[in-house]
Nanobody, 124 residues
């Protein structure tokens, strides 16, 4: 499994911005993604990216506000978060090693490698 380390979390006010970064210990062959989990809630998808060609996918609740991107070396994936809302408050996790056999990129059970998470707090 690839090792993942997230960074960039913090506390901001409503409407603020943060940029999260996920560094992978090795080249990721296909997809990487960001998920989040708020206290008492299930882990939910935020965005995913195809490392090979840069195609991206977003959940509706972040479309137009968040942008996922990867670097040319394909070992770092960033999440630019703008127009943050209190409901975006959560622990944010990076995921890699998408399981073969199909299924949704937005299903957390389809991912084998996870980072330790970085906290994002948005106050009103």
């Amino acid at each position: 499994q690839v090792q993942l380390v997230e960074s960039g979390g913090g506390s901001v006010q409503l409407g603020g911005s943060l940029r999260l970064s996920c560094a992978a210990s090795a080249y990721s062959a296909d997809y990487m993604a960001w998920f989040r989990q708020a206290p008492g809630k299930e882990r939910e998808a935020v965005a995913a990216i195809d490392i090979r060609d840069g195609r991206t996918w977003y959940e509706d609740y972040v479309k137009g506000r968040f942008t996922i991107s990867r670097d040319n070396a394909k070992t770092t994936v960033d999440l630019q978060m703008n127009s943050l809302k209190p409901e975006d408050t959560a622990m944010y996790y990076c995921a890699a090693d998408f399981r073969a056999g199909g299924g949704s990129l937005f299903d957390p059970k389809k991912w084998n490698s996870w980072g330790q998470g970085t906290q994002v707090t948005v106050s009103s």
